[in-house]
C-alpha cells in the first residue's frame, strides 16, 4: 500500500482543459493519426533514434505488460523518433500485438492497441521527443503515461504495472522508478543529483533523472503548458526538469521498484553532455525554484512500492588510473577557471589532494558538499559563461567517483548505502553554506 507522499497544495490544469497551442508543433499527418486513435486511457511513449537492435524486445515487453495489466483499456504507443536510418520506426509500428498474444496461453483479450511512429528531426532532442509526446497524450486525452527508453533492453512487462498502477489507482501524478543497480553503477545519481535533490527541495526521490517514468494527465497538461519548449536549454535534461517541475507544482510524487536496469558502458568523453543534461539543467531550474527551497530544512520520505535501493557486489573493472590521472590534470590545467568558481579554501584542499597516491586517495565528502555548492553558487551568479562551469565540474567529478569506488571496494550492500546517506546528511547539513553563497555578495 503506498503512504501518503508530502506535498503542498497542487496547481493542475483541469482534466478537460486541452493545451491546443502546443499541439500545433505536430505534423499534420501524425496529429490526423491521432484523431483516427480517438482517445485512450494508457500512452507509452517510446522516444528512439536508431534503435533497431533494441527496441524489438523493447515493443514486446510493452505489449505483453499492456496485455496482462491493461488489457481492458484502450492503449497506444507513440513513437517519436529522431531520424533513424535503420529501420527502428517501421520496426515500432509493424510489431504485431498478435504475435505476443498467441505466444501466451492465457490468450488476453484487449480493447485497443495503436502503434503510431513520427520523424521529428535529424538529430536526438530529449525535449522535442517529451514534448511531442506530451502534446500526443492531450489529443489522446490519456489518463496515464509511461514513458520507456528504447535500450532498456532489461525491461520486463511488470514494469509497466509499476510504474503505472499508482496513477490509474491510487491517483499519483509522478511514478520515478528504482532498480538494482551495482554499487558503481549510476555514480552520477548516486553522488551528486540524489542527494543535492534531496537536500535542496527536502524529499528523497532516488532516481530524479530517469529514462523510464509514469506521469497523470495533470502533471503532463502542467509541464505541457508551462514550459519554455523553444528556450535551448530546454532540449537537455528534460526528465530531470519534468521531476523538478513536479515538486514545485506540489503534485503526488512515488517511486516504484521495477528491478534491474541494463548498464550502457559510458566512453569517458559522454560525462560533460551527462552533467549539462543533468547537473545543468538541476543549477537551472534551482534559479528559478529558489522561494520554494530556500526554507526548506531536512528530508522526507516519498511513498515507495517495493525496494528503495538495491546493489549487486560482483566485480566490476574500473580504470582507477584513467580518473585519478584525469582529475589531477584537471585540478592542475583548469587552475586559473577556479579561482573563479571556487572559495580559495576549497581550491587550496582539492590542489593537496592532487599530491596524494592513486590507492590511498581520499575525496572527503564535506569537500565534496563545499566542492558542490560552490559550483551551484557560481552557476547562479554567472561568475563566468556558465556551460564552461559545468564542463569544469567534470574532473572534480571523477575525482569523487575515484574516491567513492576505494572507499566501497570491500563495502557490503548495506554498507554501501550507509556511506550514501552519510553523503546526504553531508549536503543537508552543510545547506545553509549554499544559501550563503547563493546569497551573498561576490
Not at 482517445?39 to 517510446?46: A, F, K, P, R, T
Not at 524486445?57 to 481492458?72: N, P
Request: hydrophobic share 40%; proline share 4%.
Amino acid at each position: 500500500m503506498l503512504d501518503e507522499t508530502p506535498t503542498q497544495e497542487r496547481s493542475a490544469a483541469p482534466r478537460d482543459e486541452v493545451v491546443l497551442a502546443d499541439e500545433g508543433f505536430l505534423p499534420d499527418d501524425f496529429v490526423r493519426q491521432l484523431i483516427n486513435v480517438g482517445e485512450v486511457d494508457v500512452l507509452i511513449g517510446l522516444p528512439t533514434h536508431n534503435n533497431a537492435k533494441t527496441v524489438g524486445a523493447v515493443v514486446a515487453e510493452i505489449q505483453e505488460g499492456i496485455l496482462q495489466w491493461f488489457s481492458r483499456d484502450r492503449a497506444a504507443i507513440i513513437n517519436p523518433d529522431a531520424g533513424s536510418r535503420d529501420g527502428t520506426p517501421e520496426l515500432v509500428v509493424s510489431a504485431s500485438i498478435d504475435d505476443v498474444r498467441r505466444s501466451d496461453a492465457r490468450r488476453f483479450t484487449l480493447r485497443t492497441l495503436h502503434s503510431i511512429s513520427t520523424r521529428y528531426g535529424t538529430s536526438v532532442a530529449r525535449g522535442t521527443a517529451l514534448r511531442t509526446i506530451l502534446a500526443a497524450g492531450e489529443l489522446l486525452r490519456a489518463r496515464a503515461t509511461a514513458l520507456i527508453s528504447a535500450d532498456s533492453t532489461s525491461i520486463k512487462r511488470d514494469w509497466l504495472r509499476a510504474l503505472l498502477k499508482p496513477i490509474a489507482n491510487d491517483d499519483f501524478d509522478l511514478v520515478l522508478p528504482t532498480y538494482v543497480r551495482h554499487k558503481f553503477d549510476g555514480l552520477l545519481i548516486t553522488n551528486l543529483l540524489y542527494p543535492v535533490t534531496r537536500a535542496v527541495y527536502g524529499l528523497r526521490i532516488r532516481e530524479p533523472y530517469a529514462a523510464e517514468f509514469a506521469f497523470s494527465s495533470r502533471l503532463g497538461s502542467q509541464f505541457l503548458g508551462a514550459s519554455p519548449w523553444n528556450d535551448e536549454a530546454m532540449k537537455e535534461g528534460c526528465e530531470i526538469r519534468f521531476t523538478l517541475a513536479a515538486i514545485a507544482g506540489g503534485f503526488r510524487i512515488a517511486q516504484s521498484f521495477v528491478g534491474a536496469k541494463s548498464h550502457i558502458e559510458q566512453r569517458a568523453a559522454d560525462l560533460v553532455p551527462a552533467l549539462r543534461q543533468t547537473v545543468g539543467a538541476l543549477f537551472g531550474e534551482m534559479e528559478s525554484h529558489f522561494s520554494l527551497w530556500s526554507g526548506k530544512t531536512g528530508s522526507q520520505a516519498i511513498s515507495s512500492t517495493g525496494a528503495e535501493h538495491e546493489f549487486t557486489l560482483d566485480p566490476q573493472r574500473i580504470n582507477r588510473k584513467r580518473l585519478f590521472e584525469m582529475f589531477r590534470s584537471g585540478v592542475l590545467d583548469l587552475e586559473s577557471v577556479f579561482r573563479s568558481i571556487l572559495s580559495p579554501a576549497t581550491l587550496e584542499e582539492l590542489q593537496r589532494i592532487t599530491g596524494q597516491g592513486e590507492d590511498d586517495f581520499e575525496y572527503s565528502a564535506e569537500l565534496w558538499v563545499k566542492t558542490v555548492y560552490e559550483f551551484a553558487a557560481a552557476h547562479h551568479k554567472a561568475v563566468i559563461n556558465r556551460d564552461h562551469i559545468i564542463q569544469a565540474l567534470a574532473p572534480l567529478f571523477r575525482g569523487r567517483a575515484l574516491a567513492f569506488i576505494l572507499e566501497n571496494k570491500n563495502a557490503s550492500a548495506a554498507g554501501v548505502e550507509n556511506n550514501i546517506e552519510n553523503l546526504c546528511l553531508q549536503f543537508e547539513g552543510l545547506k545553509p553554506y549554499l544559501l550563503e553563497l547563493w546569497t551573498g555578495k561576490e
